[in-house]
C-alpha cells in the first residue's frame, strides 16, 4: 500500500505534465484508430514534426491548438484555462458519489464507449456498486486494478485509492483504511469532494480503532472542506456518525446536545434518528424526556422505535400508527425467538410460516435483506429443502418489489 500512494504522490505532484502525456498518447492513438495521418491531422493547426513531438510528450502546445487536434482525431477533452484533458468523467463521478447520485453515475458510466478509457469505466461502476451496497464486486475490482496501479492515470488512481478507503470501511478492515488515509495526507489535491471523502472516512475508521487524536484532525478537516460544498450529502451523515461516537463516550453530553434546538442539526431524513438517540438516553439516565419532534413523513426503523418507546414507557399512544407500531413490535418478537432456533430446517419452517407473512406486511428492507440473505446461505449449504428455495423465491420478489415502489 505504501508503494500504491507513493506513486500516486509522485503523479499527483505534476498533474499537467501527466495530463499532457496522457493527452499525447490518447490523441495518437486516436488519430491512427480514424485513419489520419501527421499531415491530414496537423493541416491548418501546426507542422506534422510538432504534432509528432506533442504526441510522444517532447513538445507542450498550446491549449488552442491541443483543443483543434482533438477535435479532428474525435478525442472527447475537458478545457480548463490553459489545461486540456482527456474526458474520463473521473472526477464528475467522484462527485456525483459524494451526492449519492446514482443516476448520474449512471449516465457518466454510459457515455464511456472509449475502448481506451475501460478502466474509468469500471471505476464508475463500482462506485455504483457501493451505493448498491455490492462490496464484494467492489473488493474483487481493486484487487483487480490495484495490480497495474504503475500504468494508471492521476485521475483512475484517485478514484481507486477512495474505492479502497470506501471498501477498507465496509469490509471493517479499519487499520487498513486508516492506514492509506493517513498516508495520503502529504496528498495535496484541490478536489473538495475528493478530500472531504478521504477525511470523512479517515474519521470513520479512526474512531472504530478508537483513535482520538487522529479522528479529531479529520473531523476538523472534513468539517472545513464541507464549508465549501454547498449541496452536502455527507455532512449530515459526518454529524450524525459524530453524535453516534460522541455517544458511547458521554450520553448525558449528546442528550443534553440533543435537547438543545440548535444542538446537532440534522436535515429532516434524519430527524428520527437523532430523536431515538435522546430518547433512549433520556431513558438510561433517568431525565425527563418532553415530547420530541419526529418527522412523520419518514417511516424508517427509528420511527417505528420512538412509537413503540412512546406506547410503552410513556402511554403516548399514536392511533395513526398503532397498527404499524404493533406489527413492528411483533416482528421483533418473532426475531427474537428465531435466534433461539439452531436447526437449520426448523429456523426455514419458521421464517416462512411466522416471519413471511409479516415482512410482507411492512416496509422493513433491511430486516427483510437480512432474512433473505440467511435464507440464500441456507439454500447454497443444505439444498434438500424445498422449502427454502420457495421461501428465497418468495423474499427476492418481494425485495424488488420494494426497492421500485
Do not use: W
Not at 448520474?104 to 458510466?109: A, E, H, K, Y
Not at 417511516?299 to 407500531?325: G, L, P, R
Not at 435464507?375 to 423474499?395: G, P, T
Request: aromatic letters at 10%; charged letters at 25%; proline letters at 4%.
Amino acid at each position: 500500500m505504501k508503494n500504491f500512494t507513493q506513486s500516486l504522490i509522485e503523479k499527483a505532484q505534476d498533474p499537467d505534465s501527466q495530463a499532457r502525456a496522457r493527452f499525447g498518447e490518447f490523441l495518437r492513438k486516436k488519430r491512427m484508430a480514424e485513419n489520419l495521418t501527421l499531415e491530414a491531422a496537423s493541416i491548418g493547426i501546426c507542422s506534422p514534426s510538432q504534432l509528432s513531438k506533442l504526441e510522444t510528450n517532447s513538445l507542450n502546445a498550446d491549449s488552442y491548438s491541443m483543443r483543434f487536434l482533438a477535435k479532428k482525431a474525435n478525442l472527447d477533452v475537458v478545457v480548463e484555462g490553459e489545461s486540456v484533458q482527456i474526458n474520463d468523467r473521473i472526477f464528475p463521478a467522484i462527485r456525483a458519489f459524494y451526492a449519492m447520485d446514482k443516476d448520474v453515475l449512471i449516465t457518466l458510466r454510459d457515455e464511456l464507449d472509449d475502448p481506451m478509457l475501460e478502466t474509468s469505466k469500471r471505476l464508475i461502476e463500482a462506485f455504483i456498486d457501493v451505493l448498491s451496497g455490492k462490496i464484494e464486486r467492489v473488493r474483487d475490482f481493486c484487487d483487480d486494478v490495484l495490480m497495474r496501479y504503475l500504468t494508471l492515470p492521476l485521475n483512475d488512481h484517485l478514484a481507486l485509492s477512495l474505492l479502497i478507503v470506501i471498501n477498507s470501511y465496509q469490509r471493517k478492515d479499519y487499520r487498513a483504511a486508516l492506514m492509506l488515509t493517513r498516508m495520503m495526507d502529504s496528498l495535496n489535491i484541490v478536489f473538495p469532494e475528493y478530500n472531504f471523502l478521504m477525511n470523512y472516512y479517515g474519521y470513520l475508521t479512526a474512531e472504530q480503532v478508537e483513535s482520538p487524536h487522529v479522528s479529531e484532525r479529520f473531523y476538523k478537516r472534513a468539517e472545513g472542506i464541507s464549508t465549501t460544498l454547498f449541496s452536502a450529502h455527507y455532512l449530515p451523515a459526518l454529524s450524525l456518525q459524530r453524535l453516534y461516537f460522541l455517544n458511547r463516550e458521554d450520553p448525558l453530553f449528546v442528550y443534553e446536545q440533543c435537547m438543545k434546538p440548535s444542538g446537532f442539526q440534522v436535515p429532516d431524513h434524519l430527524i428520527n434518528t437523532k430523536t431515538l438517540i435522546c430518547l433512549k438516553n433520556a431513558l438510561k439516565l433517568g431525565h425527563p424526556c418532553p415530547t420530541l419532534s419526529v418527522n412523520e413523513a419518514v417511516k424508517d426503523d427509528a420511527y417505528y422505535q420512538i412509537k413503540v418507546i412512546q406506547a410503552k414507557t410513556f402511554k403516548q399512544f399514536d392511533d395513526a400508527a398503532f397498527e404499524s407500531v404493533n406489527q413492528y413490535h411483533e416482528i421483533y418478537k418473532k426475531l427474537y425467538e428465531l435466534n433461539k432456533i439452531d436447526d437449520a430446517k426448523a429456523r426455514s419452517n419458521f421464517i416462512r410460516t411466522d416471519i413471511l407473512p409479516q415482512l410482507k406486511r411492512l416496509y422493513m428492507p433491511e430486516y427483510a435483506r437480512a432474512i433473505y440473505e440467511e435464507l440464500a446461505d441456507f439454500q447454497r449449504s443444505i439444498n434438500r429443502y424445498k422449502e427454502a428455495d420457495s421461501v428465497s423465491k418468495q423474499l427476492a420478489k418481494y425485495l424488488k418489489k420494494m426497492k421500485t415502489s
